[in-house]
């Protein structure tokens, strides 16, 4: 969800700057309205604007610079990046946020991905998910040759959610529809 999408590549991000190491983070996500939102948010946890530090790219519209070094966008942007720069030069790390929510292209993009990995040993893949089954995607990565394939999970709230009809909702405010209205 959108906490550890703001958390954990601003972490990585944070502990670079720390270390002076070298980072680059390109993190993807289901839908473009995502990309632009979960970037906001994350510039704006960190005081900046859009297009700095953290930028997005979607499809006809983008906010990144040179100093970008945390690019929110979608599977297809990175899909297209991929196809111009096969080595993903730069990235050291890439982030597929909510990857249980799959596609065609989604799958491909980990196909690509999985690929890239065997040539790149430097290149780090995190993939998110709060209901994904690690164990499959692990056999997946493992299968294309990674030595190890560690799992995190991160322990998070659950909410009691308790569904409420238009009927339930106008019997407990009392709301009363005028005729006519």
Known sequence: ????????????LEEAARTKAPCSIVCTQPRRISAVGVAER??????????????????????????????????????RRL??????????HVFIDEVHERSMESDFLLMI?????????DLRLVLMS?????GLFA??????????VPT?????????????????????TQHKVRPGA
């Open 1 to 12: 969800g959108c906490g550890k999408t703001t958390q954990v590549p601003q972490y990585v």
């Open 113 to 121: 991905l999985r690929d890239l990995l065997a040539r790149r040993a």
């Open 152 to 172: 995190v999970r991160m322990p998070g709230r659950t909410y009691a959610v308790t569904p409420l009809y238009l009927e339930d909702v106008l019997d407990l």
């Open 130 to 134: 709060a209901t994904l089954n690690a």
């Open 83 to 92: 196809e111009e720069d096969p080595e993903l030069k730069g990235a050291t």
């Open 42 to 79: 994350v510039a704006a946890e960190r005081g900046e604007s859009v297009g700095g530090t953290v930028g997005y790219s979607i499809r006809l519209e983008s906010k990144s610079s040179s100093a970008t070094a945390l690019l929110f966008c979608t599977a297809g942007i990175l899909i």
């Open 139 to 148: 056999g997946y990565f493992a299968r294309g040759g990674a030595a190890v």
